[in-house]
């Protein structure tokens, strides 16, 4: 294809990497995975990193997690303010964890979380916000850092699009009191399948390990707060004291990952290279609202939403990418309140899903990758302006 969504970003390292775990003999999690966690909190500024075998395991583990620590763990019935875009498993553990959500629209130009409706969704009940920068781009996380400071809430950032990210200095994924990261094909850095949990709360993490392994203590030292150590080794070799999964990634993923954090900078270098000529060749082009960076992101991918009001027609749209071998997609899910699965949450809108709504039916993306584009986007720009005539 001449401009796809996705592609690897793998090179000789990776293979040699797997090649090593295969000569080993040692798949199931172990050494590699324990280095790639290490570097991976040295790499990100956390005090623990914990790798599962996607983000939206470290997403259920995550909220899990949140539900077995703490001094005020939360409890089925807590409301959780969310955006109306995002991907489904941002959602999914919240409803199997009973938290009832409410749905705050997103703002049309950086797609994140309008910040402004924030304290209409606020209510007695109110426990948590689920943070999530769209695409690569950092949604308002100082605002919302301090909203949960100030409310008592806890912050939960799914990270798992915008890895590289920062936001006045600090890296997206670190400012929630977990935060959630995803190494799935054609993400900034790719595993095949995998995720990262990251936190500075030792109990947390300590209790996300459990939950990512059976809800076993065998991978806790004997000292922490969630459990505490008989001498039967027995009896304490199969213990289990939470009722969790089995989210362990595979070492061909921790190797794989080590290599691919090595690469993250120059990869998320070369990402917003090619935002700069997208963005510079889309600018002031009324009838294209392309996402509007805030911080500096990652650049996943490129979005474009033909402008409301305007008559516009995006079948016409795709119908000339496609024609131009360019691969398309919706904004990550579209306005998930659109989605037939809805009807199994306990939820309330905060007001109308305009803009959500607005990208759902009138937006797309096109891809982005750790290479130079500029032959794609230049055609990209072509086919739109034609097209959109
Ligand atoms: C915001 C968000 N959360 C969670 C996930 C799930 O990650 P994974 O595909 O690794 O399960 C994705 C997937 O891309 C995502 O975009």
Redesign the pocket.
């Known amino acids: 294809m001449f401009y796809e969504l996705a592609s690897s970003s793998w090179g000789s390292e990776e293979i040699a990497a797997m090649q090593r775990v295969i000569a080993s003999g040692m798949f199931t999690m172990g050494e590699h995975v324990r280095r790639f966690e290490e570097e991976f909190a040295r790499k990100f500024g956390t005090k623990h990193a914990l790798m599962v075998s996607?983000?939206?395991t470290a997403?259920l583990v995550g909220v899990a997690a949140l539900f077995y620590a703490g001094k005020r763990p939360l409890a089925r019935g807590d409301e959780a303010i969310v955006p109306a875009i995002?991907?489904s498993?941002?959602y999914y553990p919240l409803q199997q964890y009973g938290l009832r959500l409410k749905f705050v629209d997103v703002d049309l130009e950086t797609l994140n979380i309008d910040v402004s409706r924030l304290e209409q969704a606020l209510t007695p009940r109110t426990r948590m916000v689920v943070a999530?920068s769209i695409l690569g781009n950092p949604c308002a996380l100082d605002v919302l850092r301090a909203f949960c400071d100030r409310h008592g809430l806890i912050l939960f950032e799914?990270n798992?699009?915008s890895m590289g990210a920062t936001l006045n200095g600090k890296q997206c994924g670190t400012f929630g009191d977990l935060g959630s990261f995803?190494s799935?094909f054609s993400h900034h850095i790719s595993t095949m399948?995998g995720?990262v949990l990251v936190t500075d709360n030792t109990e947390l993490y300590h209790v996300a390990k459990s939950l990512r392994a059976h809800g076993w203590t065998r991978d806790l030292p004997s000292n922490t707060r969630i459990f505490e150590k008989k001498d039967d080794d027995f009896y304490e070799a199969y213990r289990f004291i939470l009722p969790g999964y089995n989210a362990r990634p595979l070492e061909l993923s921790g190797a794989i990952g080590i290599e691919q954090l090595k690469k993250l900078d120059r990869m998320v270098e070369l990402r917003r290279k090619n935002a700069e000529l997208f963005v510079g060749l889309m600018k002031g082009d009324k009838r294209f609202v392309i996402q509007r960076e805030n911080g500096r992101s990652s650049w996943f991918a490129f979005t474009v939403i033909l402008a409301p009001g305007l008559d516009l027609d995006r079948k016409k749209v795709m119908a000339a990418l496609k024609a131009a071998d360019i691969g398309y997609r919706i904004i990550?899910g579209g306005c998930f309140l659109r989605h037939d699965v809805i009807k199994y949450f306990d939820y309330e809108c905060v007001g109308a899903m305009r803009n959500a709504d607005l990208a759902h039916d009138r937006g797309f993306f096109v891809g982005n990758h750790p290479r130079d584009l500029r032959p794609q986007i230049e055609r990209l720009r072509a086919v739109l302006d034609a097209a959109a005539r």
Do not use: A
């Open positions: 996607s983000g939206s997403n995002s991907w498993t941002t999530v799914d798992c699009e995803s799935f399948e995720g990550t």
